[in-house]
């Protein structure tokens, strides 16, 4: 095969990879895809798991790893995770938002409850959240969902919302009154981390299960979010 060509299957794959993962949640089985680095910028571990329904474990996973190239960009790993997506036909794909934390495995690769020695870039950062923590935060191990919304969809979130009655009139009274759920929560060690909702989305999802919008459904979406973005 040509170089051109290769460059070219290369291109095609990483463009499918990213388009599968903007159509969000089309049903199961889904494919989630994580990037780990020894910082914030080169990506030297990507896991791909495959989750067979909801609630599920991860049914299948497969790991690839490089040392001198970020596997974000590595032409051949590109190729096998969507051919390792298209084996299992995964109707989602969820692709984490940059590097998520340490390629190494506490109590695999280092002792339990200490920092990775290869990895000093996350000695002092939550490996799920990539947020700075000090002292006694460091200690905090739970990680949860906040559903995020997004100010020009606040009217429309009332609107399809069957429990809009005790929702905040306007956008600034939810973000202010969540901001202040968020710190009491960082305060009992709960990191909760923001998880960005498109309300069609969110209906989808919603529709899927034969759920209402309301609170309860709002937060099992942003848990579900979540947990797709992590393997």
Known sequence: MSAKRRRYQTKSARSDLRNRARRGFRGYPMATVAYYGPDNRFASKVAVGIILEEDGQVAFLERWFSKD????????????????????????????????????????????????PQCPYWA?????????????????????????????????????????DRLEQTYEEWVAHAEEALRKMRKAGIYAKKVDVDLEELLAWCEARGREVDGEARAAYAADMLRQRFV
């Open 69 to 116: 190239r970020d596997v974000r960009t590595d032409p051949a790993i590109i190729q096998e995770i969507v051919a390792f997506i298209d084996q299992h036909q995964a109707r989602s794909v969820a692709v984490t938002d940059g590097i998520i934390g340490c390629p190494h495995e506490e109590g695999k690769d280092y002792p339990l409850g200490e920092d990775c």
């Open 124 to 164: 002092n950062r939550d490996r799920r959240t990539g947020e700075w923590v000090e002292g006694e935060d460091r200690k905090a191990k739970t990680v949860t969902g906040c559903a995020w919304y997004r100010a020009e969809q606040w009217d429309r979130l009332r609107e399809i919302s069957v429990d809009r």
